[in-house]
T-cell receptor, first 113, second 114 residues
Framework: GAGVSQSPSNKVTEKGKDVELRCDPI?????LYWYRQSLGQGLEFLIY????????KSGLPSDRFSAERTGGSVSTLTIQRTQQEDSAVYLC???????????FGPGTRLTVT | AQSVTQLDSQVPVFEEAPVELRCNYS??????LFWYVQYPNQGLQLLLK??????LVKGINGFEAEFNKSQTSFHLRKPSVHISDTAEYFC????????????FGQGTTLQVKP
């Protein structure tokens, strides 16, 4: 079956520009997560969505980061006024229920020049 | 707060030798434990999980792990590795009754040599 998909696979942007990263979770999975993977910080949790509940934004590093999930399915992570330290691989994952195994997408590699 | 420590950043091993990748966690409440593998330029793939029940769990590709509550460990083992097992391995924990967000260790690079 179809797994988690993410687009674009690679994104190069100039410092100060806004970027949008997209995630399509596995159909029927109610929980959706965003993580960031960078050389210095390893894998970090960013944000979590579960059904119609308010998202857990506790991992977002600054107010330049935001995310939404429309219709309980597709999610978009937006980074405004990108900085060089935002360069990383952004991973999306989904799960049938919180606490169960998460299935990861291939990631979006963001490079801020 | 929960934390995960992977004691070895790199583990070199010869093909067909056994391997153990170590993982210790810190948590004051019950946890779920996972091992993920990441091949170069790919996303994370679930190897195995411990949610409850038997403390010895078997996963894909011949890997297994044992949950030891008293030692707060979840070490990953394979009796005989292949070149294709060369990858980065991540141990992760989530609090059972929480949102399910994963706390990851720093990762262990397994280098299998011919």
């Amino acid at each position: 079956g179809a797994g988690v998909s993410q687009s674009p696979s690679n994104k190069v942007t100039e410092k100060g520009k806004d970027v949008e990263l997209r995630c399509d979770p596995i159909s029927g999975h109610t929980a959706l997560y965003w993580y960031r993977q960078s050389l210095g910080q390893g894998l970090e949790f960013l944000i979590y969505f579960q059904g119609n509940s308010a998202p857990d934004k506790s991992g977002l590093p600054s107010d330049r980061f935001s995310a939404e999930r429309t219709g309980g399915s597709v999610s978009t992570l937006t980074i405004q006024r990108t900085q060089q330290e935002d360069s990383a691989v952004y991973l999306c994952a989904s799960s049938m229920s919180p606490g169960l195994e998460q299935y990861f997408g291939p990631g979006t590699r963001l490079t801020v020049t | 707060a929960q934390s995960v420590t992977q004691l070895d950043s790199q583990v070199p091993v010869f093909e067909e030798a056994p391997v153990e990748l170590r993982c210790n966690y810190s948590s004051s409440v019950s946890v779920y434990l996972f091992w993920y593998v990441q091949y170069p330029n790919q996303g994370l793939q679930l190897l195995l999980k411990y949610l409850s029940g038997s403390t010895l769990v078997k996963g894909i590709n011949g890997f297994e792990a044992e949950f030891n509550k008293s030692q707060t460990s979840f070490h990953l083992r394979k009796p005989s590795v292949h070149i294709s097992d060369t990858a980065e391995y991540f141990c992760a924990v989530t609090v059972s009754s929480n949102t399910g967000k994963l706390i990851f260790g720093q990762g262990t690079t397994l280098q299998v040599k011919p």
